[in-house]
């Protein structure tokens, strides 16, 4: 999450007048290319990546963030008037697992950590009515 826009190892050649580096070419392969720039060109698109001071690039952080997405997008797209895209729910019919015929209906939905463990009988779940 910290790398630089280009490491030393990736750097071939320097003279007064040109930068050389290697560089990956996802377009053709993966193959490993050279690519030779004049000194401003280089330095100008190093640059593109040096962030301003007390920045730090990490894609949890910030508008980014899914907390952040979450609690205060919505606002922020009120205030700007943006029309937000509506997200239909999906509808799930799902067919039974062993006779293939009828749709199963679900009857209770356990949160992400696994069903509470007044609903675990040994390893099995119990039937809840």
Do not use: M
């Amino acid at each position: 999450t910290h790398k630089v826009a280009i490491s030393n190892h990736r750097i071939t050649n320097v003279t007064h007048q040109e930068v050389t580096i290697n560089y990956k070419d996802y377009r053709d392969g993966s193959e490993t290319k050279q690519l030779t720039l004049k000194n401003e060109e280089f330095a100008r698109r190093f640059s593109l990546h040096v962030l301003p001071k007390r920045f730090v690039r990490i894609r949890h952080y910030g508008i980014l963030s899914s907390s952040w997405k979450r609690g205060k997008l919505q606002q922020l797209q009120e205030e700007l008037h943006v029309a937000r895209a509506l997200v239909e729910p999906k509808t799930q019919h799902r067919k039974c697992y062993c006779c293939k015929v009828g749709n199963l209906v679900t009857l209770h939905v356990f949160g992400q950590r696994g069903p509470p463990e007044k609903y675990l009988i040994g390893n099995k779940l119990a039937s809840v009515n």
